[in-house]
């Protein structure tokens, strides 16, 4: 009987209404809104996948690395995206926007994570930081965490700024959501020319340590990707995560534009 006890006692606190209702989450996913300590929930939600991203291990200090990020998404081109980097056994970084994570319909988040590509924060709504309140600024980084340790279960430890922009406010913040502010040192300025041959053009300059801008939200970056796959493949890169360029995870609230 006794056994009975802590599952009736859930299923009553679930069923009085205290919690905060949350429709949309509700039908993609078969958990409970968390009614424990938030702090064991994310040691159990690390737990579930304490080896991400996996991959094999690179060494940037003897190999040539660069790491390819995408911003913006997950959006309509992420799906096409992920088919040609797993082909070519590629790993890249996204940096989410929550806005968009929120509407994906083809669970592009899970299979960011399952492929062993990282995760960053890119806002919830991709609003200038600098602009806003600090409370505002807390929300747009805590909101969007929270909903994508919800879905795939990784609580993230970089973001991005949009527009690249960030102060000494947008730091604090960030040091204290537990995020690193990677930023960039190749920019392929793919939102502004949507020709995949300049797109392949610009990200085939990247150096040693560096960390390309793209964006998975235009389907010509998507079409430049195999393109620039093999121009740097052929000058000896190998392709690494953000985390997997440093070696050790990023410090919070630090900014990072190459290795
Ligand atoms: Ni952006």
């Known amino acids: 009987m006794r056994a009975w006890g802590v599952p009736l006692a859930l299923l009553l606190v679930a069923g009085c209404g205290a919690?905060?209702?949350q429709p949309m989450m509700m039908a993609a996913e078969f958990r409970p809104p968390?009614?424990?300590?938030?702090?064991?929930?994310a040691r159990k939600l690390t737990a579930m996948q304490p080896d991400w991203p996996r991959g094999p291990r690179v060494d940037c200090k003897k190999s040539k690395c660069v790491a390819l990020t995408f911003d913006?998404?997950?959006?309509?081109?992420?799906?096409?995206?992920?088919g040609i980097l797993r082909e070519r056994g590629v790993r890249a970084t996204f940096f989410v926007v929550g806005e968009m994570v929120a509407a994906d319909k083809h669970h592009n988040l899970r299979r960011i994570v399952?492929?062993?590509h990282e995760l960053g924060n890119h806002s919830w709504s991709h609003a200038q930081l600098t602009a806003l309140s600090t409370s505002g600024i807390r929300y747009q980084l805590k909101h969007t965490q929270d909903l994508v340790e919800r879905i795939a279960g990784i609580r993230m430890t970089l973001m991005r700024p949009p527009y690249g922009s960030t102060d000494k406010r947008v730091a604090a913040e960030t040091k204290r959501e537990g995020l690193a502010q990677i930023l960039w040192n190749v920019d392929t300025l793919d939102w502004r020319d949507r020709v995949p041959s300049?797109?392949?053009k610009r990200a085939g300059k990247a150096k040693a340590g560096s960390i390309i801008l793209m964006h998975d939200i235009h389907g010509t970056t998507v079409e430049a990707v195999p393109r620039l796959l093999s121009t740097l493949e052929h000058k000896g890169y190998t392709?690494?995560?953000v985390s997997e360029l440093y070696g050790k995870?990023?410090?919070p609230g630090r900014e990072y534009t190459e290795r």
Do not use: C, E, Q
């Open 34 to 41: 968390p009614v424990v300590d938030p702090n064991s929930m």
């Open 198 to 200: 300049i797109v392949a």
């Open 19 to 21: 919690v905060r209702p």
């Open 249 to 251: 995870p990023p410090a």
């Open 72 to 82: 913006d998404g997950p959006g309509d081109y992420t799906t096409k995206l992920l």
């Open 114 to 116: 399952d492929d062993g």
């Open 239 to 241: 392709f690494v995560t």
